[in-house]
């Protein structure tokens, strides 16, 4: 939100709560109370708008997940549409790939599962409604988003308690991109992404797990984190977490970089030192 507030849009956030809508506030938009699966809170919402962006979820239980996000795309649709809305967003994940050795692109073979299963059919309930020059839809896959919250607010939490574990060998390779340089892809692509397209969203320079997770342990003066086997992640975890945890997935950002986009931090390590010495600038613990 906050980039697309720096690009000059004129932001909203539909919030359920007050508190919510405070932190839509400091991130330069504009706060509507309401829910995603209400008509009239939704409708109200997006009366007057030429965008949406459908970034809502609820994680908690798959059966909330599957409402939220496939169902509060339906919902988003139809508000759209009645709304005369040309442009729509879905911010998907990386996730939903099989993972493979070579670079992946927007149309190597997917295996969503869990959570990604729930993104993917958000994707395609989107997709379904690209009518061109009408709602035109695209679907934006950002890879693993580091920022002051999220996952990487959990991994850097059990990284300093010596709680984090890798998954194997950690030879896998993730993907990554800055919370802003996803933001700004983001806006990238609601002035000119086309519509029935996806995109991947990440810096374009992959790094195994185990490196990441022994530079952030560094940065933190925490020592590097165990190693478990993928039955033991199995069995803590769930198979479906723990497969995505060892999976490989190289992912390509060659079709969001034609668009103009480029990343202001290009690896990880150029971007973790100053977002971790912010989340732990009060902290006793290292974070240089």
Same mark, same amino acid.
């Given at each position: 939100?906050?980039?697309?507030? +720096?690009?000059?849009?004129? %932001?909203? @956030?539909?919030?359920?709560?007050?508190?919510?809508?405070?932190?839509?506030?400091?991130?330069?938009?504009?706060?509507?109370?309401?829910?995603?699966?209400?008509?009239?809170?939704?409708?109200?919402?997006?009366?007057?708008?030429?965008?949406?962006?459908? *970034?809502?979820?609820?994680?908690?239980?798959?059966? =909330?997940?599957? !409402? $939220?996000? $496939?169902?509060?795309?339906?919902? *988003?649709?139809?508000? #759209?549409?009645?709304?005369?809305?040309?442009?729509? *967003?879905? @911010?998907?994940?990386?996730?939903?790939?099989?993972? !493979?050795? +070579?670079?992946? #692109?927007?149309?190597?073979?997917?295996?969503?599962?869990?959570?990604?299963?729930?993104?993917?059919?958000?994707?395609?309930?989107?997709?379904?409604?690209?009518?061109?020059? +009408?709602?035109? $839809?695209?679907?934006?896959?950002?890879?693993?988003?580091? @920022?002051?919250?999220?996952?990487?607010?959990?991994?850097?939490?059990?990284?300093?308690?010596?709680?984090?574990?890798?998954?194997? &060998?950690?030879?896998?390779?993730?993907?990554?991109?800055?919370?802003?340089?996803?933001?700004?892809?983001?806006?990238?692509?609601?002035?000119?992404?086309?519509?029935?397209?996806?995109?991947?969203?990440?810096?374009?320079?992959?790094?195994?797990?185990?490196?990441? %997770?022994?530079? %952030?342990?560094?940065?933190?003066?925490?020592?590097?984190?165990?190693?478990? =086997? %993928?039955?033991?992640?199995?069995? &803590?975890?769930?198979? =479906?977490?723990? !497969?995505?945890? #060892? #999976? =490989?997935?190289?992912?390509?950002? &060659?079709?969001?970089?034609?668009?103009?986009?480029?990343?202001?931090?290009?690896?990880?390590?150029?971007?973790?030192?100053?977002?971790?010495?912010?989340?732990?600038?009060?902290?006793?613990?290292?974070?240089?």
């Amino acid at each position: 939100m906050r980039s697309l507030a +720096e690009d000059g849009f004129e %932001v909203r @956030g539909l919030a359920r709560d007050a508190a919510k809508g405070e932190r839509v506030r400091e991130n330069g938009g504009i706060p509507f109370l309401g829910d995603i699966l209400d008509e009239h809170s939704l409708a109200t919402a997006i009366v007057g708008c030429t965008a949406a962006v459908h *970034l809502a979820a609820n994680p908690s239980r798959e059966e =909330d997940a599957m !409402q $939220v996000r $496939v169902e509060g795309a339906r919902r *988003l649709i139809q508000a #759209a549409r009645s709304a005369g809305v040309s442009r729509l *967003l879905i @911010g998907s994940g990386y996730w939903v790939y099989r993972g !493979q050795a +070579e670079p992946i #692109a927007e149309d190597a073979p997917v295996d969503p599962r869990g959570e990604s299963l729930v993104n993917y059919e958000t994707e395609r309930v989107g997709l379904a409604a690209h009518i061109a020059g +009408e709602l035109e $839809v695209a679907v934006l896959r950002p890879g693993m988003v580091y @920022g002051d919250g999220s996952w990487f607010r959990g991994m850097t939490t059990a990284i300093r308690s010596g709680e984090y574990s890798v998954v194997g &060998e950690g030879k896998n390779r993730w993907s990554f991109v800055a919370l802003p340089d996803a933001g700004r892809a983001f806006s990238t692509v609601l002035r000119s992404g086309l519509g029935g397209e996806v995109y991947n969203v990440v810096d374009g320079n992959p790094i195994m797990l185990r490196e990441f %997770v022994d530079f %952030v342990a560094r940065k933190l003066g925490a020592p590097a984190p165990r190693t478990i =086997d %993928v039955e033991a992640a199995t069995e &803590e975890y769930g198979v =479906d977490i723990a !497969q995505h945890l #060892a #999976a =490989d997935r190289p992912t390509s950002n &060659e079709k969001l970089r034609r668009l103009g986009w480029v990343p202001r931090f290009s690896t990880a390590q150029e971007g973790l030192p100053p977002l971790l010495r912010t989340m732990y600038a009060h902290s006793s613990g290292r974070a240089d």
